[in-house]
């Protein structure tokens, strides 16, 4: 409405301007060289007025024109750049759903058109990636760790084709020049932690994982028997088996350092600690070691096994003993009690059969007795070992991160227990 009044308004004043124009009395006469004209006042300025609209005209025009190559750049520019993030959509969409030939396509239809930016190029990377041309994604990643704005996002992707690869040291090197780019970012830390696992840098693994509970107290053991230097072996191994005493490999491994400072009390005080807790043959074998005599050995046992009174462990160790020291009524007797105990593995039966040599020797009832206990021994359950909790592979040996799967400190004794 306010529009209408403004334009009717308009003309209104345009033909009152009209009128006055057509009104004007006299005339103009104009004389240049031998040419003279004259006309009307009003014919004269209505022809100046539309000159000068003329001549306005003719001015926007070529300032249009002038314009026009920017314009059209800049509309060709802006199509492109459209066309572009349709691309990277389309990319992202082909991506998420696993459509390889389209993902290659459009993403590098994405960098044709918007060049290579970082995430045209990480884009580029991800789609040779999925459609197994690692020799794209190579070339891309490496694109994108040439940028300084990027870099972290290049040595990421040459990292994790690393690890596919298995070329560890490689990987070390992404992994480092990755933390470079981007310092403190918690995956790189994780990532080097677990690479410094597999190549058994455990000293660097225990500074780059939190060095909490079973996992700390795995890799501050092997960091411990891998150091040469006395002092920081002891610091890792005291750190090691304060953070699990129930570990029996740190115990052993700090047991064996404050041995080696001649410091044989406490050496044989924390084996016993981890005994109570959690007994192994180690144990018994690291607290025997320094004693030759076979009946000082019993006393030496007897000791260990009075922190877990009445533990299986306890008893087959006390039974061993006894049998070493030809006392075989009480290897007999621990060796039964052992049974009784809840343990029935293949060692504790061939320990009766040992027993039963020993003591009846060849009579009748000792081969008889002898041969129950093989025959026991053959149906009994399998011997301890270290099995992964992680993976439920089984070692004959500790290892701070098992074989296996590579998970740190996932090892557990699978010893007879105390039956309740
Ligand atoms: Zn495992």
Known sequence: MIKLVGIVAGLAVVLAGAWQ??????????????????APASVALSALVVLVALMCLCVSLIAALMRLPSRVRRWRHDRRRRTGETAITNTLIALAAGEKPDARREASRARALLGDTPQTLLLAAEAGRLAGRDDEATKAFQALSERSD???????????????????????????????????????????????????????????AAPEGSTGAALATAAALA???????????????????????AALAYAARLRADGKEARALATVTETWAMSPQPGLADFALESTADPLARVQVAKRLAAAAPNHPESEFLLARASLSANLTGEARRHAERAIAAGMNQRRVWLLAAEIEELEIGTTEAGRLAQREALRRAASADPDPVWRCDSCRADHAVWHAACPACSTPGSLRWSGARQSA
């Open 21 to 38: 124009l057509a009104s004007l009395p006299g005339t103009v006469s104009a004389e240049i060289g031998g040419y003279a004209a004259e």
């Open 150 to 208: 990027a870099s972290f996002l290049g040595y990421r992707g040459l990292l994790r084709q690393a690890i596919a690869r298995e070329a560890w040291a490689e990987a070390a090197t992404f992994a480092r020049l990755a933390e470079e780019a981007h310092p403190g970012a918690a995956w790189v830390r994780q990532e080097r932690a677990q690479l410094a696992i597999r190549a058994g840098h455990w000293a660097e693994a225990l500074e780059l």
């Open 227 to 249: 150091e040469a230097d006395p002092a920081q072996g002891l610091r890792h191994a005291r750190a090691a088996w304060n953070l699990d005493k129930s570990l029996a490999p």
